[in-house]
Nanobody, 115 residues
Framework: QVRLVESGGGLVQPGGSLRLSCVAS????????MGWYRQTPGNQRELVAA???????NYADSVKGRFSVSRDNYKNLVYLQMNSLKPEDTAVYYC?????????WGQGTQVTVSS
């Protein structure tokens, strides 16, 4: 059993910043990849950013230069620092952890960018 708990979502004005956090617990195998996805109504869940155990990162083109993903391997934590937020960043953000064929999701946290 693996559990992911996200925190840090909320309402922010355009141009503002938010930091999302996600902690994983349970039977976690290493190495693993942790990442953030987002979803808006009627659309598929899309990758925002991901980071490997070795620190390699991958970002969606739409967030490059604005978002930064980091992790604490010892605590099974992953962060998403979101700067220069835009209204189009509004979505439910989901934390993900995966290794091999196993993949687990958090419950999601709402991020709303609006004036």
């Amino acid at each position: 059993q693996v559990r992911l708990v996200e925190s840090g979502g909320g309402l922010v004005q355009p141009g503002g910043s938010l930091r999302l956090s996600c902690v994983a617990s349970g039977s976690i195998l290493r190495p693993y990849v942790m990442g953030w996805y987002r979803q808006t109504p009627g659309n598929q869940r899309e990758l925002v950013a991901a980071i490997t155990s070795g620190g390699n990162t991958n970002y969606a083109d739409s967030v490059k230069g604005r978002f930064s993903v980091s992790r604490d391997n010892y605590k099974n934590l992953v962060y998403l620092q979101m700067n220069s937020l835009k209204p189009e960043d509004t979505a439910v953000y989901y934390c993900n952890i995966r290794w091999g064929r196993d993949s687990y999701w958090g419950q999601g946290t709402q991020v709303t960018v609006s004036s």
